[in-house]
Nanobody, 127 residues
Framework: EVWLVESGGGLVQPGGSLRLACTAS????????MAWFRRAPGRKEREGVA?????????YYSDSAEGRFTISCDSSKNTVYLEMNGLKLEDTAVYYC???????????????????WGHGIQVTVSS
């Protein structure tokens, strides 16, 4: 059975930091790319935030995440992380971890149909 379990969310003040983690089980972690998406309040669709290829560490970021967020993975722990710094009010969202079977994707990584999803975790940025 496949599991993606997110942790590390919560309430933080503007300018603060949070580190999300997503631990996977039930599939070959090192054969997938791992990504973070988010759904802001009132939005129907998820927005791609960042992705990391577990095979070689290649990363891509959305424009809103570039320079503030860092995605990384630890294959020995089947875990992907999202370090978020300089958080803004507009970063408030439910954050989801997704797994994408390896493929020749690039800057269009967020358009693909992902194989597995976590249930999401709330991140609230508020003063």
């Amino acid at each position: 059975e496949v599991w993606l379990v997110e942790s590390g969310g919560g309430l933080v003040q503007p300018g603060g930091s949070l580190r999300l983690a997503c631990t996977a089980s039930g599939f070959a972690f090192d054969q997938f790319a791992m990504a973070w998406f988010r759904r802001a309040p009132g939005r129907k669709e998820r927005e791609g935030v960042a992705i990391v290829k577990t095979t070689d560490g290649t990363t891509y970021y959305s424009d809103s995440a570039e320079g503030r967020f860092t995605i990384s993975c630890d294959s020995s722990k089947n875990t992907v992380y999202l370090e978020m710094n300089g958080l803004k009010l507009e970063d408030t969202a439910v954050y989801y971890c997704g797994a994408l079977r390896g493929g020749p994707y690039g800057t269009d990584w967020y358009k693909y149909v992902y194989d597995y999803w976590g249930h999401g975790i709330q991140v609230t940025v508020s003063s």
